[in-house]
Every structure is written in structure tokens, then in C-alpha cells.
């Protein structure tokens, strides 16, 4: 069987550079000669996708199990053309991917906090909107990442960077539910054998994380077992 593309995702929390960095490893790939196709999610080109867009402008509002699987089918859209890519030998580098699916619609919490009285302080128990298991259901199938990468940042970072608090999800308390799940999902991943999980330091300078990305791929595509068929999430 001749080689296939690797499938390599870059997820994080907002701001982490994922956009940045899926851009330089695109360079990265054609530079050494290898056939690549750069995607990302969510794809706010397709009929589900501006549904999504509108909805993340807070021009609409929707019911979080549908705007969930609005997210998940627009990955649906595109697993087919994925797996040709690979079979045909491209890689392919996806900005954001399922896990960013699964982190911030689990993350998602009840607007008044549920307390409980611990001596004379309150302690906030966060109510989830969808358990984890729910939203991980519409993503089992789809074609899995050979290698993903997790961009983690500081809030702090994250804040001194262009554009942050302009959509939904983009405030502290929301990243911070969704830095946890992120963890639950890469032990996941390593647990499952599915694909590897790669946690990089994103409050590096973009080449110093560029540097990082490549080291982790370059001897990857070289060596690893891109070989067999393209694996499925879980
Ligand atoms: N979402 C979801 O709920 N469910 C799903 O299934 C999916 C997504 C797929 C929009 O995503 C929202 O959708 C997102 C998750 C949710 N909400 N939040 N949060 P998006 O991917 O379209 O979001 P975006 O607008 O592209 O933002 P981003 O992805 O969070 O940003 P980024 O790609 O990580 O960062 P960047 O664009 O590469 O860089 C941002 C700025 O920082 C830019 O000015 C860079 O030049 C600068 N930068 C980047 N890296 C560095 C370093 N290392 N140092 C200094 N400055 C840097
Ligand atoms: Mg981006």
C-alpha cells in the first residue's frame, strides 16, 4: 500500500495561535516537498457553517444541542473529502477539529451558578448544559488525527492578542471550563491509542511554537506509520 497523508489537527483554547501555526506548518510542508491541504473548522463557507457564523456573531440564537450538532455536521460535511485526501496521499492540516467541538459545547455552563453552603462561604457548583458523553456521540467515526496538537496559552496572553472578547466563548470563565475538558479528551486520546497528543507552550513566540510543531512532524511524516487505513475517533 503506498503511504498515505498524515491527519494532523491543531486545536486550543482562543487566541492559543492555532490559525497562525496551521498556516506556518502549510509552508513548512510544501518547503520540503510534501502534498498538503490546509482545512479548518468551523468551515463558515457551507450553508451549516454561516448558520454557525451567525450564531458565534450572536446574530441568532440556538438551542445548544443544536448549535452542537451544527458544528459536528459541518465535520460530517467534509469527513469524506478527508479520507480521499489522505488515501490519495495528502496531509492534511486541520485548524480546529472535533475535541474544539466536544471542549466548548461540554464546557458550556447554567448562566446562574447552583451553591452550596460550606461553613459561613457559598461554594459556586457549575451546572453543565450537555454531559461530555452526549457530545462526544456525533463525532464517533470521523476520521481521526494521526497527531494532534494542543496550543495551550495563558488567559493573560491570550487577552494582549488581536481580536479576543469579539465573539461568543470568548471570556475567561468559559476558556477555563474549556482548558479542563481539553485535559479529559488528550488522556482520552493517549488512553485510546487513536492518535497521538502533543500539549505545546502557545505563550512562546509564534517561531519558537512553529519550531516545536515542526519538530514533532518532520520526523512523523519521515518515519511513523501513516501507512495503514485512516483510523476513526474512538
Ligand atoms: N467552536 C465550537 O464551539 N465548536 C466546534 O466544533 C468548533 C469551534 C470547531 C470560533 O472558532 C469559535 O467556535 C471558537 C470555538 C468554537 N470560540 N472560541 N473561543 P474559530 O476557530 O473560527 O476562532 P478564531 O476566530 O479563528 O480564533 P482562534 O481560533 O481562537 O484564534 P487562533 O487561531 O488560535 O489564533 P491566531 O488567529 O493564529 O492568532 C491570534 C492573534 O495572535 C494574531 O494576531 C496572531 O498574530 C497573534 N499570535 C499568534 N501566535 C502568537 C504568538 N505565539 N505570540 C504572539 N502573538 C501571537
Ligand atoms: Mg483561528
Redesign the pocket.
Known amino acids: 500500500m503506498s503511504k498515505r497523508g498524515a491527519f494532523i489537527a491543531i486545536e486550543?483554547?482562543?487566541?492559543?495561535?492555532?490559525?497562525?501555526?496551521?498556516?506556518a506548518l502549510i509552508k513548512r510542508l510544501e518547503a520540503a516537498n510534501v502534498p498538503c491541504k490546509h482545512i479548518?473548522?468551523?468551515d463558515?463557507t457551507t450553508p451549516i457553517g454561516k448558520m454557525?457564523d451567525s450564531y458565534?456573531q450572536s446574530k441568532t440564537e440556538l438551542d445548544d444541542h443544536v448549535?452542537?450538532l451544527l458544528?459536528?455536521a459541518?465535520?460530517w460535511e467534509l469527513a469524506s473529502s478527508i479520507v480521499k485526501a489522505l488515501e490519495e496521499g495528502t496531509t492534511v492540516v486541520c485548524?480546529?477539529?472535533?475535541f474544539?467541538?466536544?471542549?466548548?459545547?461540554a464546557a458550556k455552563v447554567l448562566p446562574r451558578e447552583t451553591t452550596s453552603k460550606d461553613g459561613d462561604s457559598t461554594i459556586p457548583i457549575p451546572t453543565h448544559v450537555l454531559s461530555y458523553e452526549w457530545c462526544r456521540a456525533p463525532e464517533i467515526s470521523l476520521p481521526a488525527p494521526d497527531l494532534t496538537f494542543l496550543?495551550e496559552?495563558s488567559p493573560e496572553?491570550a487577552e494582549?492578542?488581536?481580536?479576543?472578547g469579539?465573539?461568543?466563548?470568548?471570556n475567561k470563565e468559559?476558556?477555563e471550563h474549556?482548558r479542563q475538558v481539553f485535559d479529559r479528551i488528550g488522556e482520552e486520546i493517549e488512553s485510546s491509542g487513536v492518535g497521538k497528543w502533543v500539549v505545546l507552550d502557545?505563550?512562546?513566540?509564534?517561531d519558537?511554537?512553529e519550531q516545536s510543531v515542526w519538530d514533532e512532524v518532520k520526523p512523523f511524516i519521515e518515519h511513523m506509520g501513516v501507512s495503514g487505513p485512516v483510523r476513526k475517533l474512538w
Open positions: 486550543g483554547l482562543d487566541r492559543s495561535g492555532k490559525s497562525t501555526q496551521a498556516s479548518k473548522f468551523p463558515r454557525i458565534l448549535i452542537h458544528f459536528s459541518n465535520r485548524d480546529r477539529y472535533a474544539s467541538g466536544i471542549a466548548f459545547s496550543l496559552v496572553k494582549s492578542r488581536g481580536g479576543y469579539e465573539e461568543r466563548y470568548e468559559v476558556q474549556v502557545a505563550d512562546l513566540d509564534k519558537e511554537v
